[in-house]
């Protein structure tokens, strides 16, 4: 008996938790833009370089594997 009601009253406090957080999110004052900007430091551009090495496909063989049997439980 007291599992039930635990667990409604449980589900009924996070779904009023997660509304009034969207609610706040939606409607809320954003602190994050009325912050000063900070310094900001602009860092030299960098170039990477390198080579590829080709690939080497060796065409000549072929190579099958079975697939092991599926066996029921």
């Known amino acids: 008996m007291f599992d039930r009601i635990f667990s409604g009253t449980l589900t009924f406090c996070l779904l009023v938790a997660g509304t009034l957080a969207i609610g706040s999110a939606l409607f809320g004052?954003?602190?994050?833009?009325?912050?000063?900007?900070?310094?900001?430091?602009?860092?030299?551009?960098?170039?990477v370089t390198g080579q590829r090495t080709a690939l080497s496909i060796d065409g000549s063989t072929t190579k099958v594997v079975a697939a092991?049997?599926?066996t029921h439980i």
């Open 68 to 70: 092991p049997a599926l």
């Open 29 to 47: 004052h954003d602190t994050r833009s009325a912050r000063a900007p900070g310094a900001v430091i602009e860092l030299p551009r960098v170039t």
